[in-house]
């Protein structure tokens, strides 16, 4: 795992900026801080409606260690802060969606998404 990533909560929104419409999102403090990695879980991403906006969701697994992870639950939020073989990683935000925790495992690897 070369990558590092930050997974915290979401605990609310700020007020909008009058000059660029963008509502900022505030987080609480870490649960987790360090090595992950990105992996693809292979389905094609889906396409929901809300309202009269279109999504499309991709679905990603993210790796972990074990060790330090038991914060790390459905909802957080993970964010990639170094990702050394594609720089284009760096900033990209999940939703954890579901965790994978079972007898010896060799890491933990959450069921992430992307909203874009």
């Keep these: 795992m070369d990558d590092t990533c930050r997974i915290r909560a ?3 929104h700020g007020p909008a900026d009058p000059d660029t419409a963008v509502v900022p999102t505030t ?3 870490p649960v987790y801080e360090g090595r992950c990695k990105l992996q693809s ?3 094609f991403p889906s396409t929901p ?6 999504y499309t969701v991709n679905p990603l697994y993210l790796h972990l260690p074990v060790e330090g992870t038991a ?6 939020v993970a964010e990639i802060l170094t990702c050394p073989s594609d720089p284009a990683n760096v900033g990209r935000i999940f939703r954890v969606k579901a ?3 079972k007898t010896y495992a060799t890491a933990f690897r959450p069921l992430v998404e992307e909203v874009t």
Excluded: I
């Design 10 to 12: 979401v605990t609310g």
């Design 27 to 29: 987080y609480g403090p």
């Design 41 to 43: 879980q292979r389905p």
């Design 49 to 54: 409606d809300a309202g009269e906006h279109l």
């Design 71 to 76: 914060g790390v639950v459905t909802g957080l």
């Design 99 to 101: 965790g994978d925790r």
